[in-house]
Every structure is written in structure tokens, then in C-alpha cells.
């Protein structure tokens, strides 16, 4: 019974390690194309957020940022280790769009635990390795999945609300509002996320950081390009004078003209991306079919060698080309 048992996980292990291999292959092929075409707009974003030689040396010293990471600085010697990676600095930006108000380190201590005290429950339980591993990661990983999901609504809907939160700004200006009070008027008759988000910046300027820094942590704290595009124009305005009401019109007509053609191009578009779901999941349907209609058919593809590695190449283009669809129907407006 045991030998039956470590044949078997032996056998899945010769299985998933091929299928696993071929996913990061795929992903790290779409990464390296991803990062080759990106040049240019991650040039924008840093004209947007104002990144130049003076910015640079400032950020040398003590800015915002670090002031708010010392607020959440780490206690506990896996925290402190999980700081070190970019990763946990882009997570714990992630809590904060969507919402939540936790510490991104503690957070994947948290996780970490209830995986691996999962993982020695399922193990004294008599599961199979394979199972007890896979339960865990999914035990780690759903959940942050399920935090950038959140994220991505979250940021979705504040761009549905911008529209109305520029043109009720503008009213605010033109019935003689100051901008702080104006700020103030949105975070009470808008609901979240840009009630919360301009909320947020009333009550930082109103503790004594100037409007102008208050507006620069909004938009690092969305990352949104319409935001920025606010943020920059309020800048400007308050350098150089001008009718901003004018300019909030503008842009909030420019905004409500992205949604609607952002909508038409996903409409346009849904074919493509039904596609691409269509022709990376029929190929496995298919196979479980024919597995479980005739299991001698395929044997050849999990036992022979040179089946081995054609069913991992298989899974390379099946992910490529999947990833290729992905980008092709990604239209960016």
C-alpha cells in the first residue's frame, strides 16, 4: 500500500513539475515583452508624478512615503524579513486601494501561518502531499488574490465616480468654495472610494500638510492616470493661476468620454477575450475527456519521455498564445 501510494505521488510529481515549469516559462516570456513595451508609458507616469533630478535627491532625504512606513514599520523577526522584498511594498500599496487598513508584512505572516499549520494538519491527517501542498498554497494565495480583486473594483468604480466628483468640484469653486472646503463638500456627499480617498485629503491638510503634498499622496496613494491628470492640474493652477473650475470641466468631460469609449472597446473586444478562454481551456477539457473515456489512449503522454515533453511544450503555447490574445484584446485607452 505504501509502495501504491509513493508510486502515485511520485507519478503526479512528474506530472505537475513539467505543467509548472511550463507556466513560469510562459510567464517570464510575457514579462520580458510586457517590460520591452512599457518604456514610454512608464515615462509618462513619472513626468505625471513630477520625477526628475530635484525629486530624486528629495526623496534622498525623508519624504511622505517613508514617514508613512515607519507607521507601519514591521514587529516580528518574519515581518521584518518579509520587508525586504518589493513585493511587500507593492502589496501593502494594494491594502491601501482597496481599503483596508492593514500591514502588508503582518498580513503574509498571518497567511504564512495558517498555510503551514494547515499543511502539518493535513500531513498527521494521512492526506497526500501533493494535496496537503496544494491546499496550502491555495490556502496562502487565494486570499491575496481576492485583495487585488478588490483593488481593481475598488479603482474601477473611482473612475466611474470621477466624472461627478471634478464637475461637483467645479460648482464648489464656482459658488465660491475654497479647494479645502470643496474637498470636504466631496468626502460628505460621495460615497466611497472617492469619498474615503478626498476625505483623506481634506483631514491631512487640515492637520497642517500643505494642499499641494496632500494632493501628491492621493495620487501616488491611487496610481490612477486620471487622477494624476487632476492632481497635475491643480498643481499648475495653483502655480500659475487660472479659472480651475474651467479646467475640472475638462477634464471631467475628457473622463466621462474614456469610460464610454473604454465600454465600446470592451464591447468590441468581448469576442476576442471569449476566445481566448475558449482555446486555453479545450484543449485540457478534451484531455480529461479522453482520460476518462479511454485512459490507455493518453498513457503514452505521462509515461513515455518524449510525451512528457510534448505535453510541456503544448503547455507553453497554450499559455503563450493565451497570453498573446490577453495583450492583443488589452486596448488601452
Given at each position: 500500500m505504501?509502495?501504491?501510494s509513493?508510486?502515485a505521488a511520485s507519478?503526479?510529481?512528474?506530472?505537475?513539475?513539467p505543467l509548472l515549469?511550463?507556466?513560469?516559462?510562459?510567464?517570464?516570456v510575457?514579462?520580458?515583452?510586457?517590460?520591452?513595451?512599457?518604456?514610454?508609458r512608464q515615462?509618462i507616469?513619472?513626468r505625471?508624478?513630477?520625477?526628475?533630478?530635484?525629486?530624486?535627491e528629495a526623496?534622498?532625504?525623508?519624504t511622505l512615503?517613508?514617514?508613512?512606513?515607519?507607521?507601519?514599520?514591521?514587529?516580528?523577526?518574519?515581518?521584518?524579513?518579509?520587508?525586504?522584498?518589493?513585493?511587500?511594498?507593492?502589496?501593502?500599496?494594494?491594502?491601501?486601494?482597496?481599503n483596508l487598513a492593514?500591514?502588508?508584512p503582518q498580513?503574509?505572516?498571518?497567511?504564512?501561518?495558517?498555510?503551514t499549520?494547515?499543511l502539518?494538519v493535513l500531513l498527521?491527517?494521512?492526506?497526500?502531499?501533493i494535496?496537503?501542498?496544494a491546499a496550502?498554497?491555495?490556502?496562502f494565495?487565494v486570499?491575496?488574490?481576492?485583495?487585488?480583486?478588490?483593488?481593481?473594483k475598488?479603482?474601477?468604480?473611482?473612475?466611474?465616480q470621477?466624472?461627478?466628483?471634478?464637475?461637483?468640484l467645479?460648482?464648489?469653486?464656482r459658488?465660491?468654495?475654497?479647494?479645502?472646503?470643496?474637498?470636504?463638500?466631496i468626502s460628505r456627499?460621495?460615497?466611497d472610494?472617492a469619498g474615503?480617498e478626498f476625505?483623506?485629503?481634506?483631514?491631512?491638510?487640515?492637520?497642517?500638510?500643505?494642499?499641494?503634498?496632500a494632493?501628491?499622496?492621493?495620487?501616488?496613494?491611487?496610481?490612477?492616470l486620471d487622477?494624476?491628470?487632476?492632481?497635475?492640474?491643480?498643481l499648475i493652477?495653483?502655480?500659475?493661476?487660472?479659472d480651475?473650475?474651467?479646467?475640472?470641466d475638462?477634464?471631467?468631460?475628457?473622463?466621462r468620454e474614456?469610460?464610454?469609449?473604454?465600454?465600446m472597446v470592451?464591447?468590441?473586444?468581448a469576442?476576442?477575450?471569449?476566445s481566448?478562454?475558449?482555446?486555453?481551456?479545450?484543449p485540457?477539457?478534451?484531455?480529461?475527456?479522453m482520460?476518462?473515456?479511454?485512459?490507455?489512449?493518453g498513457k503514452?503522454?505521462?509515461?513515455?519521455?518524449?510525451?512528457?515533453?510534448?505535453?510541456?511544450?503544448?503547455?507553453v503555447?497554450?499559455?503563450?498564445?493565451?497570453a498573446m490574445?490577453?495583450?492583443?484584446?488589452?486596448?488601452?485607452v
Amino acid at each position: 500500500m505504501l509502495a501504491t501510494s509513493t508510486a502515485a505521488a511520485s507519478g503526479a510529481l512528474l506530472i505537475a513539475l513539467p505543467l509548472l515549469g511550463s507556466i513560469l516559462l510562459a510567464y517570464g516570456v510575457y514579462n520580458v515583452v510586457f517590460d520591452l513595451r512599457k518604456g514610454d508609458r512608464q515615462r509618462i507616469k513619472e513626468r505625471l508624478r513630477g520625477d526628475g533630478p530635484r525629486r530624486a535627491e528629495a526623496r534622498e532625504t525623508l519624504t511622505l512615503d517613508d514617514f508613512r512606513k515607519q507607521t507601519r514599520a514591521a514587529t516580528g523577526l518574519l515581518a521584518r524579513w518579509f520587508t525586504r522584498f518589493s513585493f511587500t511594498s507593492h502589496f501593502q500599496r494594494t491594502l491601501e486601494q482597496a481599503n483596508l487598513a492593514w500591514s502588508a508584512p503582518q498580513t503574509l505572516v498571518n497567511l504564512t501561518a495558517v498555510a503551514t499549520v494547515l499543511l502539518a494538519v493535513l500531513l498527521l491527517l494521512g492526506v497526500g502531499p501533493i494535496a496537503a501542498v496544494a491546499a496550502a498554497l491555495a490556502t496562502f494565495v487565494v486570499p491575496i488574490l481576492y485583495f487585488y480583486r478588490r483593488r481593481k473594483k475598488r479603482l474601477a468604480r473611482l473612475v466611474g465616480q470621477l466624472p461627478d466628483v471634478f464637475e461637483l468640484l467645479s460648482q464648489a469653486l464656482r459658488a465660491g468654495h475654497s479647494l479645502a472646503s470643496a474637498m470636504q463638500l466631496i468626502s460628505r456627499e460621495v460615497p466611497d472610494p472617492a469619498g474615503t480617498e478626498f476625505a483623506r485629503v481634506f483631514h491631512e491638510q487640515n492637520l497642517g500638510l500643505k494642499i499641494d503634498d496632500a494632493l501628491r499622496n492621493l495620487a501616488e496613494r491611487v496610481d490612477l492616470l486620471d487622477v494624476r491628470l487632476f492632481v497635475t492640474a491643480v498643481l499648475i493652477q495653483r502655480q500659475v493661476g487660472g479659472d480651475l473650475a474651467e479646467v475640472l470641466d475638462k477634464i471631467g468631460a475628457l473622463i466621462r468620454e474614456r469610460i464610454e469609449l473604454h465600454g465600446m472597446v470592451q464591447v468590441l473586444t468581448a469576442e476576442g477575450r471569449l476566445s481566448g478562454y475558449v482555446l486555453l481551456a479545450l484543449p485540457l477539457i478534451c484531455l480529461l475527456a479522453m482520460q476518462g473515456l479511454n485512459p490507455d489512449y493518453g498513457k503514452t503522454l505521462f509515461t513515455d519521455p518524449m510525451g512528457k515533453m510534448l505535453l510541456t511544450v503544448a503547455g507553453v503555447m497554450q499559455l503563450m498564445g493565451w497570453a498573446m490574445i490577453k495583450k492583443i484584446v488589452n486596448i488601452k485607452v
